[in-house]
């Protein structure tokens, strides 16, 4: 059996997928989004094989309309927090401060938002 938190990275794309179509999705449409949304180019039996998988990791369940339907079982917001508790634990050493302070270094985001990010970080320490 699969560790429930774990996904690969092509698992989460596609669960991301799922998630965002905020609503019961089909295979082709979750192809769909992984063509125009990642530029990710899968064959239907790999999407399918994904869709399966996470289902038995206990995210998604499936029904039966003509075609199948996966809908989320398992929260994005509840993974989003339990992934980013995980990076905080093991690069910062739960330390928030440092895990902002990193984030301020980081060149995507504009001047301000990286003073905003250094000022949180400092209050922190």
């Known amino acids: 059996m699969y560790k429930r938190s774990e996904l690969s990275e092509c698992e989460l794309v596609t669960m991301k997928c ?4 905020q609503g019961p999705v089909t295979c082709q449409e979750v192809i769909a989004e992984l063509r125009t949304v990642y530029g990710l180019e899968y064959k239907d039996t790999t999407v399918y094989t994904f869709l399966k998988i ?3 990791k206990g995210f998604i369940d499936s029904y039966r309309k003509g075609i199948t339907f996966y809908q989320p079982i398992r929260d994005e917001v509840e993974y989003r927090e339990g992934q980013i508790r995980k990076m905080l634990d093991f690069w910062f ?3 928030t401060g440092d895990m902002l302070a990193a ?3 980081m060149p995507e985001f504009t001047k301000e938002e990286r003073e905003i990010l250094q000022k949180i ?5």
């Open 93 to 95: 050493k739960n330390s």
């Open 54 to 56: 996470l289902k038995q």
């Open 18 to 21: 799922v998630w965002d179509a």
């Open 121 to 125: 970080a400092a209050k922190k320490e």
């Open 103 to 105: 984030l301020s270094q």
